[in-house]
């Protein structure tokens, strides 16, 4: 468990966080093993979301995450998935810890700032829809 997946989201791109947000992520302790600018279509986004399909929010996440650039990272560090989700905080920003990405640069619980997998599995998973052999270190 030494990588995890993220993506910088449309909102905190939108909104100018992109330095801010890599910054608090490298001070954290953690390398960027493969980073790209990219945006997700809705065909994409609802293909990469596919595990949330009969949630009730899964057109909204879709349609928001669709709806601009965002940044997608595999990260390296020790514990990495479990350490990258205490430095996000909680889904819903108005109950993330102080300090945390999403308290500081999340607007709502659908734009909130950031994505970290939820398991070494996932983070695999997720990597490899974005990054192909050759992005990778
Ligand atoms: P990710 O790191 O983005 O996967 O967030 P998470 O693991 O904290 O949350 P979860 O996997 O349960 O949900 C995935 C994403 O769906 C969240 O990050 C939110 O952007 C979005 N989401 C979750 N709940 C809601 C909701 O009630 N309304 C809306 N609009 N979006 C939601
Ligand atoms: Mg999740």
Redesign the pocket.
């Known amino acids: 468990n030494n990588k995890t997946f993220t993506m910088i989201k449309p909102d905190a791109v939108a909104n100018g966080h992109i330095g801010a947000i890599l910054d608090q992520i490298i001070k954290a302790g953690f390398k960027i093993n493969a980073m790209k600018y990219i945006a997700l279509t809705e065909q994409t986004a609802g293909k990469f979301y596919e595990v949330?399909k009969e949630r009730p929010?899964y057109g909204?996440?879709v349609g928001?995450m669709s709806s601009g650039p965002i940044v997608a990272a595999i990260l390296e560090k020790d514990n990495a998935v479990e350490d990258f989700r205490k430095l996000?905080g909680a889904?819903d920003p108005a109950k993330a810890e102080a300090g945390t990405i999403r308290q500081l640069f999340a607007e709502s619980?659908?734009a909130?700032a950031?994505?970290?997998s939820?398991s070494s599995e996932n983070a695999k998973i997720e990597g490899d829809f974005f990054f192909s052999a050759l992005e990778k270190f």
């Open positions: 949330h929010f909204e996440l928001f996000i889904t619980i659908g909130n950031i994505h970290g939820d």
